[in-house]
């Protein structure tokens, strides 16, 4: 659905309902489309600790080798 400006400023709760609704709604200026309206999903984000006992490490992780070749990324 496409609405001008105005009737977007008149009609935007029922244009927010269309879009939870899965419409997707654009609004125009001069019969070009500048926005649009869509659903909000936000994000799902992890408990803190939510990999614990999940991953691995390297044994290495912690050795000379390691440390010098981090060392030399940093130096450069």
Known sequence: MQVNMLEAKNRLSSLIVAA???????IARNGVPVAK???????KVNP????QNLVSYSSEWDSEATNAAVERLFLR
């Open 20 to 26: 939870e609704q899965g419409e997707e709604v654009l």
């Open 48 to 51: 803190p600790g939510a990999w």
């Open 37 to 43: 309206i869509i659903p909000y999903h936000p994000m």
